[in-house]
Antibody, heavy 120, light 108 residues
């Protein structure tokens, strides 16, 4: 059974940093691109970041470029999102997401999400 | 980047009604279009991919159509359990896999 379990969310002050982790199991993690999607309270889905299966290629939404860093450790089946210079508008539930196939495909599995709250 | 625009942003319909949601891409994306359903307090669920292919386990009252820039999601007979927000997403070959703004479906 595919499982994606996020951790690392919490309350952080504006300008602060946080590292999210996503532990994956039930599939060959190293064969799939992985993604982060966020959802601000009461708002829609926002595509945040992606990383290729071997980690050699990354993507960032303009809203987080230069502040967030996506990475992965295929030996640990873990995806990361290092977030810095956090702003109030980064407050959201952050989902770790797996694509259906090995490329950049629709998402067939989502984690339960971890809430990040940026507030003083 | 390609933008995805959904309409309407919300709708209210009666049980048994036919419901149609539209998604428009700012550039052609062939059939690289997916639809998701997010029920209140839940994680999004993939309903349809490749514009019209039903994900395994999705009821047949859901259908998708379209190609290029214009796409539709249709619920042939709205059920109470279909109350949710629906999102389209484009995924042609590379990031970003942009979502539409969402359509909230309620029962009248």
């Amino acid at each position: 059974e595919v499982q994606l379990v996020e951790s690392g969310g919490g309350l952080v002050q504006p300008g602060g940093s946080l590292r999210l982790s996503c532990s994956a199991s039930g599939f060959t993690f190293s064969s799939y691109a992985m993604h982060w999607v966020r959802q601000a309270p009461g708002k829609g889905l926002e595509y945040v970041s992606a990383i290729s299966s071997n980690g050699g290629s990354t993507y960032y939404a303009d809203s987080v470029k230069g502040r967030f860093t996506i990475s992965r450790d295929n030996s640990k089946n873990t995806l990361y999102l290092q977030m810095s210079s956090l702003r109030a508008e980064d407050t959201a539930v952050y989902y770790c997401v797996k694509g259906t196939y090995s490329g950049y495909d629709p998402f067939d599995y989502w984690g339960q999400g971890t809430l990040v709250t940026v507030s003083s | 980047d390609i933008q995805m625009t959904q309409s309407p942003s919300s709708l209210s319909a009666s049980v048994g009604d036919r419901v149609t949601i539209t998604c428009r891409a700012s550039q052609g994306i062939s059939n690289y279009l997916a639809w998701y359903q997010q029920k209140p307090g839940k994680v999004p669920k993939l309903l349809i991919y490749a514009a019209s292919t039903l994900q395994s386990g999705v009821p047949s009252r859901f259908s998708g159509s379209g190609s290029g820039t214009d796409f539709t999601l249709t619920i042939s007979s709205l059920q109470p359990e279909d109350v949710a927000t629906y999102y389209c997403q484009k995924y042609n070959s590379a990031p970003p896999l942009t979502f539409g703004g969402g359509t909230k479906v309620e029962i009248k």
